[in-house]
C-alpha cells in the first residue's frame, strides 16, 4: 500500500514522476522525461495506472521570478503528449510553488515532504467532474495514513 500511495503521490504532481532533480529540467527537457517515464511504466502497479489511465493534467508552477505550466495527456497510463499551452479540457490541475516541487524532489523523505507541502499549501491539486473529484479525494484521504 505504501508503494502505491508514494506512487500516487508523485503521479499527482507529474513533474515528480521524472527522474530529474528539478522542476527546471521538466521544462527544459521533456522529451528525456516522457520517454524515461513511459519506458518505465511497467513497473507502477495496476491501481495506479487506472488513477491516471487517461487525465489530462495541467501543471503550473509557481516560481519567483516567473510562473510556468505543461499539460500532460496520459493514454492507458503513458504520457501520450504534452504542451506547453494551458488546456482548460484538463481533467486534473496541479499547482506547486517550484520551491516546494525542488524540495521534495531532493528529499530522502518524499511523503513526509509531500505532506507538508500540501498541509502548508503549497501544493494543492483540483479535479475536474464528479467522479475525478471523488477518485482523487480519496487518494487525498489516503494519503493521511502513509508515513
Known amino acids: 500500500m505504501k508503494k502505491i500511495l508514494v506512487l500516487l503521490s508523485l503521479l499527482m504532481l507529474t513533474g515528480l514522476v521524472f527522474a530529474q532533480q528539478s522542476v527546471d529540467s521538466l521544462f527544459n527537457d521533456p522529451d528525456t522525461g516522457v520517454a524515461e517515464y513511459n519506458s518505465n511504466i511497467e513497473g507502477v502497479p495496476k491501481s495506479i495506472k487506472s488513477l491516471i489511465g487517461n487525465e489530462k493534467i495541467l501543471?503550473?508552477?509557481?516560481g519567483e521570478t516567473e510562473n510556468r505550466y505543461i499539460t500532460l495527456t496520459?493514454?492507458?497510463a503513458l504520457i501520450q503528449s504534452y504542451s506547453f499551452e494551458e488546456d482548460d479540457t484538463a481533467t486534473l490541475v496541479v499547482n506547486a510553488k517550484e520551491e516546494a516541487a525542488n524540495r521534495i524532489l531532493s528529499s530522502n523523505e518524499k511523503i513526509a515532504e509531500l505532506k507538508l507541502a500540501m498541509k502548508n499549501k503549497e501544493i494543492t491539486?483540483?479535479?475536474r467532474g464528479i467522479f475525478k473529484k471523488i477518485k482523487f479525494g480519496?487518494?487525498?484521504f489516503a494519503l493521511n495514513f502513509v508515513k
Open 59 to 62: 501543471i503550473y508552477v509557481v
Open 74 to 76: 496520459m493514454k492507458n
Open 125 to 127: 491539486y483540483q479535479s
Open 138 to 140: 480519496f487518494a487525498k
